[in-house]
């Protein structure tokens, strides 16, 4: 079963946001300024953020450095989203540095786990935090451990109502921790006519720190500074190069700002090897079954997502279903030419998308009560995309053993 929410969290609504940052400044503060007692990268954008921290953690770690992570949503357990030299943080753990937070009811629920995650990684000396920004950048709840390395992956479309109609206005809100730090890099997905709106003009490109270019088959080669190794990118989808380019590039720039050792080429590929990321073109196996699960979630990801399935020689049915807030129209119109069979699911979530308004994005498809009828009811190959929540509940489906 899915990891219930530890008992200081279930008063904290998970939906609440905050556009300020006083109430956690002050918490902290009265705490002792944890998020302080380390260096860390801050990784903000729309899309790839969580990917591209999974990776640069796992170089640093590779690298000797005790590194703790911290990203956004989880899929199974919440104790995804505190991670100590690779490893989850233990439910106990958790739930001792959270019941330091009671005495601050007002914190919403990502103020309250970002705040357990400084607790945790001061306890017990991480030298680097990575950090993946929850929403925007410039009040964003990670934004108080000013971070001294910063990167964007790239400005997409989502969370219009609170950080701009137009993408120049999210540009300029994900600007923010870039703005600030003291080396900020900019993704090679990142969109040239946005970066001025950045803030940012002495932010470099990735590509000025590590050249990184496709060497045939499945490999890449990257090199920087008179050295070179060739590797397995290790996530799936074109998309994933933008992401792995970025996160060795934050990894260099963590040697210039003195943060961790030089890149070495044998460590480069072992981290590169470490590196498990589910949820992110991965398969799970359920019932007998391999399940591709993706948790492209807004128009740019589906994108990605369409992208990499025109170019599988095999025709995936897909399971879909999303959040209330995403432009689910125009996820159906590149996701539907790519795919065979479409079934859809309403997810057990207060903010899920009501089925009428899916099936009105999918016209002619087969309409579920849930996941397991239907996996029943798709033909193999399958993929499962539109929300992290329907990835998570296939995750824990496949950890039960179910739908035999």
Request: hydrophobic fraction near 45%; proline fraction near 6%; include cysteine.
């Amino acid at each position: 079963m899915p990891h219930l929410l530890p008992l200081s969290l279930l008063s904290r609504r998970p939906g609440r946001i905050r556009p300020e940052l006083g109430p956690l400044q002050a918490a902290l503060e009265r705490l002792g300024n944890p998020q302080l007692a380390f260096s860390s990268v801050l990784v903000v954008g729309t899309n790839g953020k969580g990917s591209t921290a999974a990776m640069l953690s796992s170089l640093l770690r590779a690298h000797g450095v005790r590194v703790g992570l911290t990203t956004s949503p989880h899929l199974v357990s919440v104790t995804e989203r505190l991670r100590i030299d690779g490893e989850d943080i233990s439910g106990a753990e958790l739930e001792r540095h959270l019941r330091r937070l009671d005495e601050f009811p007002d914190l919403t629920f990502f103020e309250t786990l970002t705040a357990a995650a400084f607790l945790a990684f001061a306890d017990v000396g991480v030298q680097v935090a990575v950090l993946e920004a929850g929403m925007g950048g410039t009040w964003d709840a990670t934004r108080t451990a000013e971070s001294a390395l910063a990167g964007i992956t790239n400005v997409g479309s989502d969370h219009r109502a609170w950080l701009g109609e137009t993408a120049r206005e999210r540009a300029r809100d994900k600007g923010g921790p870039l703005r600030t730090a003291d080396l900020a890099v900019l993704g090679p997905q990142m969109q040239a006519d946005l970066v001025p709106e950045l803030g940012a003009p002495d932010a470099v490109k990735a590509a000025s720190l590590v050249g990184l270019e496709l060497v045939g088959g499945d490999r890449v080669g990257v090199s920087w500074d008179g050295c070179r190794v060739e590797v397995e990118p290790p996530l799936a989808g074109e998309h994933q190069l933008g992401n792995l380019h970025l996160a060795l590039a934050l990894a260099r720039g963590a040697e210039k700002l003195e943060m961790a050792p030089p890149l070495e080429p044998r460590l480069v590929a072992a981290g590169l090897a470490e590196i498990r990321w589910p949820g992110r073109l991965s398969t799970v196996r359920i019932g007998g079954r391999e399940i591709v699960v993706d948790g492209a979630h807004n128009l740019e990801s589906a994108e990605a997502l369409a992208t990499f399935l025109g170019d599988t020689p095999n025709r995936y049915s897909l399971l879909f279903s999303c959040l209330a807030d995403k432009p689910v129209r125009a996820m159906a119109r590149v996701l539907r030419p790519v795919v065979a069979e479409v079934v859809l699911v309403e997810l057990s979530d207060d903010r899920a998308m009501p089925m009428e308004e899916l099936a009105a994005a999918f016209p002619g498809a087969i309409r579920c009560q849930n996941v397991e009828a239907a996996l029943q009811r798709l033909p193999d190959p399958v993929v499962a995309a539109g929300s992290l929540r329907l990835v998570g509940r296939l995750l824990a489906l496949a950890a039960e053993g179910g739908t035999e």
